[in-house]
C-alpha cells in the first residue's frame, strides 16, 4: 500500500511537471492544448473509495491551477472527470474483467478498451475545461473543435506514455 | 435528522462532487479578473486574427476603389506639384542664371504640347514673348537639344522638333571634333541621322555626338545621343545613325537657350558675305 502511494506520488510529480514545462509550451497551431495530466486520474487503482477520488482530482486540478493562474477552471473540470470515472469503468467494463487490486492500463485491459476509456473520460474533462475556459457558447463550434483536436493529441500522448511504462 | 445522514452516506459521492464542483466554481468567479481578462485575450486575438484575414482578402475586392482613390489623390499631390514648381521658377527667373556662363542666357519652361509621330513634328513651350522669348531661340534638355522657336505668342511658343525633317542642326563628333548635318529621316523617334562625315574620318558603335560651336543657336558640346550604326555605301560620306540620349515622348521641362552675341555674330557674318 505504502509502496503504491509513493508510485503515485511519483507518477503525479513527472505528469504535473512534464504538464507545466512542456505540454504548456507546446500549444500547436493555437487549437490544440493537449493536458496530459488527466492521465493521473485514469492510471488511479480501481479499488479507490469515492470520495478519495474525488479529492484526489479536485487536488490535481487544484495544483495546475496553481500554477497556470486559472483557479477553478482545471479543479472543477479535473473533479467531473473523477465523478464520471467509475460509471465510465462500468460502462465499459465487465465485471469479471477488473482485478479489483490493480488499475487500468494498456497492459493489462489491452489497447481498444483503454482507448476508449481513456478518449470517454479525457473528452469530458476538456469539454468542461474549454468550455469554462471560454466561458461562453457564441463561438460553440470552435471551441467543440478545440475540444475534439486536444482530447485526440491528450489521448496519443497518453497512449505513448502508457507503452513507454508498460512492463514487459 | 436520521434520514438526512443516511440521505447524505447514501449519496455521498454525488454530494461530495457538489460541493467540491461548487467549490471550484466559487474560485473561479472569485478570480473572474483573471477569467475576464484572459477571455478578452483570447478574443482579442482570435478576432484580430480573423479580423486581418478577412480584411486581406477584402482588399483585393477594394483595389478599384483603392485605385481610384490613389489616383485622385495623385492628382491632386499634382496640382500641388504645379503650382510650386510655377513659385519656384519665377524665384528662378528672379535670382537670374548662375550656373551656365554669360554668353547664353537658359529659361526655364515646359512643354505643353509635344508629338513624334508626324513627319514635321512641333511642341509648344509655355513661354512666350512676355517672358522674353523670341524666335531662333534653341530649345535643350540636359541631355539632348530639342528644337529651335519658330513662333512666339504672349504666353507660348512654337518650337520645331529635332524630330522634323525640315530642321538640319550642325553637329560634330565628340571624339575628333568632325561636324556634319543632323537630320531627321522621320522613321524612328529614338534615332536621327548625322550626314556629312567624310569617309576617312574613323568611326565607331558607341561614339558620341554634340552640338557643335558653329550653331549660333545652340551652345556647343551638348550630349545629343550615341551612334548605334553607320554605313558608306555609294557616297563619299558616312551615313550615321544616332540614338537620342533623350526620350522624346518623355519631355518635359525644357530650357530655352539664349545667345547673347548671336546678332552681333551674324552681322558679321553677313558683312563677309557681302564684302
Known amino acids: 500500500m505504502g509502496k503504491s502511494i509513493i508510485r503515485y506520488a511519483i507518477w503525479f510529480v513527472i505528469l504535473i511537471l512534464l504538464q507545466l514545462v512542456v505540454f504548456n509550451n507546446l ?40 500554477f497556470m493562474n486559472t483557479f477553478g477552471m482545471h479543479s472543477s473540470a479535473t473533479l467531473l472527470m473523477a465523478f464520471l470515472r467509475p460509471y465510465v469503468l ?12 490493480g488499475s487500468p492500463s494498456m497492459g ?47 489521448t496519443i500522448f497518453i497512449l505513448i506514455g502508457q507503452l513507454l511504462t508498460v512492463k514487459k | 435528522m436520521n434520514s438526512l445522514l443516511r440521505f447524505i452516506v447514501k449519496y455521498q459521492f454525488l454530494l461530495l462532487f457538489l460541493a467540491l464542483e461548487i467549490f471550484s466554481l466559487w474560485l473561479l468567479s472569485n478570480h473572474t479578473y483573471y ?67 554669360s554668353l547664353y542666357l537658359f529659361k526655364p519652361a515646359k ?28 530649345v535643350v534638355t540636359n541631355n539632348g537639344i530639342i528644337g529651335i522657336v519658330i513662333g512666339v505668342s ?17 553637329a560634330k563628333l565628340k571624339k575628333s571634333n568632325h561636324f556634319g548635318s543632323l537630320f531627321w529621316e522621320g522613321n524612328s523617334y529614338q534615332h536621327i541621322t548625322l550626314g556629312d562625315i567624310p569617309q576617312h574620318v574613323p568611326i565607331g558603335i558607341g561614339d558620341t555626338i554634340v552640338t557643335s560651336e558653329f550653331s549660333s543657336i545652340f551652345p556647343e558640346n551638348i550630349p545629343i545621343g550615341v551612334i548605334s550604326s553607320f554605313s558608306s555605301k555609294g557616297s563619299n560620306f558616312h551615313t550615321i545613325k544616332v540614338k537620342l540620349f533623350k526620350d522624346f515622348k518623355q519631355l518635359y521641362n525644357v530650357w530655352i537657350v539664349t545667345n547673347k552675341q548671336k546678332q552681333e555674330k551674324e552681322r558679321l557674318e553677313t558683312l563677309k558675305d557681302v564684302g
Open chain 1, 27 to 66: 500549444q500547436l497551431s493555437g487549437y490544440i492544448n493537449p493536458y496530459i495530466y488527466v492521465m493521473f486520474i485514469l492510471i488511479l487503482p480501481y479499488e479507490i473509495s469515492g470520495w478519495l477520488l474525488l479529492i484526489i482530482g479536485f487536488l490535481t486540478g487544484l495544483t495546475v491551477d496553481t
Open chain 2, 111 to 138: 512643354v505643353v504640347n509635344n508629338s513624334v509621330n508626324k513627319q514635321y513634328n512641333y511642341l509648344t513651350l509655355n513661354k512666350g514673348s512676355n517672358h522674353g522669348v523670341e524666335t531662333e531661340m534653341g
Open chain 2, 154 to 170: 504672349p504666353n507660348y511658343s512654337t518650337v520645331i522638333s529635332l524630330l522634323n525633317v525640315d530642321l538640319k542642326i550642325s
Open chain 1, 90 to 101: 462500468t460502462l465499459f467494463t465487465d465485471r469479471e474483467d477488473i482485478n479489483p487490486k
Open chain 1, 108 to 154: 493489462i485491459n489491452g489497447f481498444v478498451w483503454f482507448l476508449k476509456y481513456s478518449i470517454a473520460l479525457i473528452f469530458m474533462h476538456h469539454l468542461s475545461l474549454f468550455f469554462i475556459e471560454s466561458f461562453t457558447f457564441t463561438n460553440f463550434f470552435h471551441t467543440l473543435w478545440r475540444v475534439i483536436l486536444s482530447t485526440l493529441i491528450t
Open chain 2, 35 to 101: 477569467q475576464k481578462s484572459k477571455i478578452e485575450n483570447v478574443a482579442r486575438s482570435v478576432s484580430g486574427y480573423a479580423n486581418s484575414k478577412i480584411n486581406s482578402a477584402q482588399s483585393y475586392f477594394n483595389l478599384s476603389e483603392t485605385n481610384r482613390v490613389l489616383s485622385q489623390e495623385n492628382l491632386e499631390l499634382r496640382k500641388q506639384v504645379a503650382t510650386l514648381s510655377a513659385k519656384t521658377e519665377a524665384l528662378y527667373e528672379m535670382m537670374g542664371d548662375t550656373i551656365t556662363d
